[in-house]
C-alpha cells in the first residue's frame, strides 16, 4: 500500500491543461490516493458554495472505474451531444516500474550493495512519478468537469462528487458493456462516414480535416517523445552502474588515482539525479502534453461523428418525409420528426462550433507555457551540470 | 611530481651495437640498452631496406600503381598527442655523465585506407593502414640515429601489427616486460567491410580499428626498451615487411601458438610456487581485483554507449514527427513554434551522437585496452612462475644428478663417472643460470610494474579530465539551442 500525499509538485503537475478551477464556487481536487495492489483508491475532495450540493466541504473515495462510469454517461447524454466532453482519464498503469523491479530483483546479485540501493530508490521514485501523474489526470478530468458552465451542473457528475456509498450499483453491467462495445462499431462506421462526405459548412469541414490530421500526427509524436524520454531515464540509469564500480575501484586504488577516481564517482552520482529530472520533467512538460491533447482532440472528433450522425438522421428525416407525403401517410409525424431532426443538428452544430474554437485557444495557451517551461528547465538543468562538472574538473586539475 | 627517472633496463648488460652517431657519441653509447646476453634473439639494428619475401603472390608489394585505388577510399586522420618519452638515463657506473633527457618523440599516426581490388584469404585483413612517424630532432642529442629519416610514412597491414606484436611478445614477455597487447580481430566486422556495404557501421569498424592501432603504437613506442627493438624500428621505418602470416589464426604457428596457450593455462594450475616475496603477491592479487573491477566497468560504460546512440536516434525520430506536427497544425504561431521545436531536437539529437563519440573513444576504448594490458600484465607474472619453476626443476635435476653421481662412486664405472660429474657440472650451472633469470625477471617486472602505475595514472587522469570536458561541451551546446527557443515559444501568441 502506497499513499500519496500532494505537495507543491502539484502546481507543476497541473499545467498540462489550463483555465481550471477560476470558478471558486465549485473547487475540486485529489489531496490524497491510496494504491492497493491492482487498485487505486482516489480521495475527491469538494468545496463548494452552490446551494445544491447538500454540504460546503466534503470528500469521497472513488476507484478509477467510477471515473470511467462518469464520462460514458456524460457521452450517452443526448443533451451533451454538442460538447466536446474531456476524455476520460487513462487507467492507471505500474506494468513498467513493476517490470523494471522485478528484473532489478534478479539481478541483485550483480551489483554491490551501494548500487541495488540505489537502482532501487530510482524506481521507487519512478513508481512514486506514475503514482502522481495518475492523480493529475484524474484530477484534471473533474476539473475540466467544473469549469463547464453545462455538464458542471450535471446530475450525474453531482452524485459522483457527493455520495459516500460506493458507486459499483451504478456501474457497467455486463448488458451495458455489450452496448458499449456495439456503441463502438457504429462509432468506426461513423468514421468512415465524416471521412468520405464533404461537409457544406466550411468551418467543419476545415475542422475536419485539421482534426484527422492532426490526430495521427499527434498520436506518432506522443510515442516518439516517450521513446525519448524512456532513452534518457536509461543513460541516467547507467551512470548509476559506472559511479558504484568507480567507487569499488577507488576504495582498492592506492595511487594518486584513487581522488580522482573518488570524486569522478561522486560526480556522476549528482550528474544522474540531473538527468532523471531532465528525463521527467521532459516526460511532464513534453510527452503528458501530446498525450493529454490527443486525447482531447479524440473528445473533440467524437462531437464532429455526434454531429455527422445528426446530419444523417436529418437527410434521412427528410426522405421519410418525402415518402409519406407521397404516400400521403404520417405526413404531420414526419415532418415534427424532421423539425426536431434539424432542430438538433442546428443546436449541435452552434455549440459545437463554439466549444471547437475554445478548445482551439485552450490548446494553444497550454502548448505555450509548457514548451516555454520546458526549455526554461531544460536550460536550468544544463546549467546546474555545467556548475557540477566545472566543479569538479578544477578539483582534478589541481590535483 | 618527480621526473621520470628511467634506468636503463638491464644495467650490467650494456652492448655497444650501435649505429651510425652524431656529436655527443660518448654519451650516446652509455644510453643505448639493449638485450640482455641471455636473450635468444641477438640485438641487431636493421639494414636499411629488408627484401620482401617475394614467394607469396603479388599482393603483398604494393605498387605504386594501386596509388589511386588506395587513396580512392576517404580516410580519417586523427593524431593524437605527441607523448613524451621517458627519458633513458645513463644512470650507473660513469657519475661524471650528467644524465640527460632525449629528445626523441615519436608520434605514430594511422591512417586508413581501403582498397578492395586487393583479393586476400578470408582471414586476413585486406586493407591497409597507412602509418607515419614524426621523429622530431631534439637539441643536445641525435639519438635519432635510431631511426633514419625524420619523418616517414609506411602501408601497413592489420596482420603486420599482429606479427609486430606475435615478436615482441616472443623476445621481451618470458624476460619480463609487459608488452602492450595489439587489437583483436574482428572476423565479423571486416567481412561486412570487405563484402562492399558501404554503410555507417562498417566506416565506424574502420575507424575504430584504425584508432585502435594508432594507441597500441604509441603505446609500443613509449615503452623504453621496446622503441629501441629493431623489429619495432623496421615496423616504423621500412617500406615493405615480409608478410606475417604466422598470425594467421589457422596457420602452422596459429595453431602453435593455440596448443602453447593451453599447456600455459594447464601449468599454471600445476605450479605451486612458494612466494617468499610479499609484494609479488600483493600486486598480484591487486592486479586480478583490478581486472575484474575494470571489465565490469568496461561493461557499463559499453552500455552507456549504447543507450546514448539510442537517444540520439530516438530524439531524430521525435524531430521529424514533432516537424510533421508542425506542419499540421493550423494555428500560424504554433505551427512556427513546433518547427523551431523540431530543428532543436535535431541539433540536440547530433550532440547526442557527439556524445556517444566521445563516450566511446576517450571512456570506453581506454578501459578496454587496460582490460588487455592487464591481461598482459598478468602474463609476466605467469612467466615469473614459469621462471622459477624451470629454476626449481632444474635444482631438482640436479640433485638426481649428484645422487646418480653418488651411486656410480660405489660401482667403480670409471667413464659413466665422469659423465656423471659433467652432468653434474652442467646442471649447477642451469640451476646458477635459472636462479639469475628468476632474480632478473623479478627485478624487471618491479621496474616495469611501477612504470605500467605510473602511466596508467596519467591515462586515467588525462581522459577522466578530457571525458568530463566533453560532457562540459555537450551541456553548453545545449544551453544555446535551448535559449535560442525560448522567444519562439514565448512569441505564440
Same mark, same amino acid.
Given at each position: 500500500m502506497t499513499s500519496l500525499s500532494q505537495d507543491c509538485d502539484k502546481e507543476k503537475l497541473r499545467s498540462v491543461s489550463v483555465d481550471l478551477n477560476n470558478d471558486s464556487s465549485l473547487l475540486i481536487d485529489i489531496p490524497d490516493a491510496l494504491c492497493e495492489r491492482d487498485k487505486v483508491k482516489f480521495t475527491v475532495h469538494t468545496k463548494t458554495t452552490l446551494n445544491s450540493f447538500q454540504k460546503p466541504d466534503f470528500s469521497v473515495s472513488r476507484q478509477h472505474e467510477d471515473f470511467i462510469w462518469l464520462h460514458d454517461t456524460l457521452v450517452e447524454t443526448e443533451e451533451y451531444a454538442g460538447l466536446i466532453i474531456p476524455p476520460a482519464p487513462p /487507467?492507471? &498503469? $505500474?506494468?513498467?516500474? +513493476?517490470? /523494471?523491479?522485478? /528484473?532489478? @530483483?534478479? @539481478?541483485? =546479485?550483480?551489483m554491490t550493495k551501494e548500487e541495488y540501493t540505489k537502482m532501487k530508490q530510482e524506481l521507487e521514485a519512478e513508481y512514486l512519478a506514475v503514482f502522481k501523474k495518475t492523480v493529475q489526470v484524474h484530477e484534471i478530468f473533474l476539473q475540466r468537469l467544473s469549469s463547464h458552465p453545462n455538464l458542471s451542473k450535471d446530475r450525474n457528475f453531482q452524485i459522483f462528487l457527493e455520495y459516500d456509498q460506493d458507486l459499483s450499483v451504478r456501474r457497467k453491467n455486463a448488458k451495458e458493456m455489450f452496448g458499449g462495445f456495439f456503441k463502438n462499431m457504429v462509432k468506426s462506421a461513423d468514421e468512415v462516414l465524416i471521412s468520405g462526405i464533404k461537409d457544406v459548412d466550411e468551418f467543419f469541414e476545415q475542422e475536419k480535416t485539421f482534426l484527422l490530421d492532426y490526430f495521427s500526427k499527434i498520436k506518432d509524436s506522443t510515442a516518439k517523445a516517450e521513446k525519448m524520454t524512456r532513452s534518457h531515464k536509461n543513460v541516467a540509469d547507467d551512470y548509476i552502474h559506472i559511479s558504484a564500480t568507480l567507487n569499488s575501484i577507488a576504495a582498492d586504488d592506492n595511487t594518486a588515482l584513487k581522488q580522482h577516481l573518488e570524486k569522478f564517482a561522486e560526480l556522476l552520482e549528482k550528474l544522474r539525479k540531473v538527468e532523471g529530472r531532465v528525463a521527467s520533467d521532459q516526460e511532464l512538460k513534453l510527452t503528458e502534453l501530446l498525450r493529454y491533447y490527443m486525447r482531447d482532440i479524440q473528445a473533440a472528433k467524437d462531437l464532429l461523428y455526434r454531429r455527422a450522425r445528426a446530419l444523417a438522421d436529418y437527410e434521412n428525416s427528410n426522405k421519410a418525409l418525402d415518402k409519406a407525403r407521397l404516400k400521403s401517410k404520417d405526413v404531420a409525424q414526419a415532418e415534427e420528426n424532421q423539425k426536431q431532426c434539424l432542430l438538433k443538428f442546428d443546436k449541435l452544430s452552434e455549440s459545437g462550433k463554439k466549444e471547437l474554437t475554445s478548445f482551439k485557444g485552450r490548446r494553444v495557451v497550454a502548448f505555450r507555457k509548457n514548451l516555454i517551461e520546458m526549455a526554461e528547465l531544460e536550460i536550468k538543468h544544463a546549467k546546474n551540470s555545467i556548475s557540477l562538472l566545472q566543479g569538479c574538473i578544477e578539483l582534478l586539475k589541481v590535483n | 611530481m618527480a621526473e621520470d627517472r628511467e634506468p636503463p633496463p638491464l644495467a650490467d648488460a650494456v652492448q655497444t651495437d650501435f649505429r651510425e652517431v652524431e656529436e655527443g657519441e660518448d654519451l650516446f653509447v652509455s644510453t643505448v640498452s639493449t638485450l640482455s646476453p641471455t636473450s635468444p634473439e641477438p =640485438?641487431? $639494428?636493421?639494414?636499411? &631496406?629488408i627484401s620482401t619475401n617475394s614467394n607469396g603472390p603479388k599482393q603483398e608489394i604494393l605498387l605504386d600503381d594501386d596509388q589511386e585505388d588506395l587513396f580512392a577510399e576517404a580516410t580519417e586522420e586523427v593524431s593524437l598527442d605527441s607523448p613524451e618519452r621517458e627519458p633513458i638515463l645513463s644512470d650507473g657506473p660513469s657519475p661524471a655523465i650528467t644524465p640527460v633527457t632525449p629528445t626523441v618523440i !615519436?608520434?605514430? +599516426?594511422? &591512417? =586508413?585506407l581501403f582498397d578492395r581490388s586487393l583479393d586476400e584469404s578470408f582471414l586476413n585483413y585486406s586493407g591497409f593502414l597507412f602509418l607515419s612517424s614524426s621523429a622530431y630532432r631534439g637539441a643536445a642529442i641525435t639519438s635519432l640515429s635510431l631511426f633514419s629519416r625524420n619523418e616517414f610514412s609506411v602501408k601497413r597491414r592489420f596482420s603486420d601489427f599482429l606479427g609486430l606484436h606475435s615478436k615482441l611478445a616472443s623476445k621481451y614477455m618470458h624476460i619480463g616486460y609487459i608488452v602492450p597487447p595489439a587489437p583483436e580481430k574482428s572476423i565479423v566486422g571486416m567481412t561486412k567491410v570487405k563484402v562492399g556495404k558501404e554503410d555507417l557501421s562498417s566506416a565506424e569498424f574502420v575507424e575504430k580499428r584504425r584508432s585502435a592501432l594508432e594507441r597500441y603504437l604509441m603505446r609500443t613506442v613509449n615503452h623504453p626498451a621496446l622503441v629501441k627493438d629493431p623489429d619495432v624500428i623496421q615496423f616504423l621505418e621500412n617500406t615493405e615487411l615480409p608478410r606475417a602470416v604466422s598470425t594467421q589464426a589457422l596457420s602452422g604457428a596459429g595453431i602453435l601458438r593455440m596448443v602453447n596457450k593451453a599447456a600455459d593455462a594447464v601449468n599454471k594450475m600445476t605450479i605451486k610456487m612458494n612466494e617468499s616475496d610479499a609484494w609479488f603477491e600483493e600486486k598480484q592479487q591487486q592486479f586480478e581485483n583490478l581486472d575484474i573491477q575494470l571489465r565490469k566497468l568496461h561493461a557499463s560504460v559499453e552500455s552507456l554507449v549504447c543507450h546514448r546512440k539510442e537517444l540520439s536516434v530516438n530524439t531524430a525520430s521525435f524531430a521529424k514527427s514533432a516537424a510533421m506536427l508542425g506542419n499540421s497544425e493550423d494555428h500560424t504561431a504554433l505551427s512556427r513554434a513546433l518547427s523551431q521545436l523540431a530543428e532543436v531536437e535535431e541539433k540536440i539529437d547530433q550532440l547526442h551522437h557527439e556524445q556517444a563519440y566521445a563516450d566511446f573513444y576517450l571512456f570506453s576504448e %581506454? %578501459?578496454? &585496452?587496460?582490460?588487455?594490458? !592487464?591481461? =598482459?600484465?598478468?602474463?609476466? $607474472?605467469?612467466? +615469473?612462475?614459469k621462471t622459477w619453476s624451470k629454476w626449481q626443476d632444474a635444482q631438482v635435476m640436479l640433485q638426481r644428478k649428484r645422487e646418480a653421481e653418488a651411486k656410480l662412486q660405489y660401482a667403480n664405472k670409471p667413464d659413466k663417472l665422469q659423465q656423471a660429474k659433467d652432468e653434474i657440472k652442467e646442471w649447477e650451472a642451469k640451476v646458477q643460470q635459472g636462479e639469475r633469470d628468476f632474480e632478473q625477471i623479478s627485478k624487471n617486472i618491479r621496474r616495469e610494474v611501477e612504470r605500467f602505475e605510473k602511466q596508467r595514472v596519467k591515462d586515467f587522469k588525462v581522459v577522466i579530465i578530457k571525458y568530463l570536458e566533453s560532457l562540459v561541451h555537450t551541456q553548453q551546446q545545449l544551453i544555446k539551442y535551448w535559449e535560442a527557443f525560448l522567444p519562439e515559444a514565448k512569441a505564440i501568441a
Open positions: /487507467k492507471p &498503469d $505500474f506494468e513498467s516500474p +513493476r517490470e /523494471k523491479m522485478h /528484473k532489478l @530483483g534478479e @539481478g541483485e =546479485a550483480t | =640485438a641487431s $639494428f636493421p639494414a636499411e &631496406d !615519436i608520434t605514430p +599516426r594511422v &591512417d =586508413a %581506454l %578501459l578496454g &585496452d587496460y582490460v588487455r594490458l !592487464i591481461t =598482459a600484465v598478468k602474463g609476466v $607474472f605467469d612467466q +615469473r612462475m
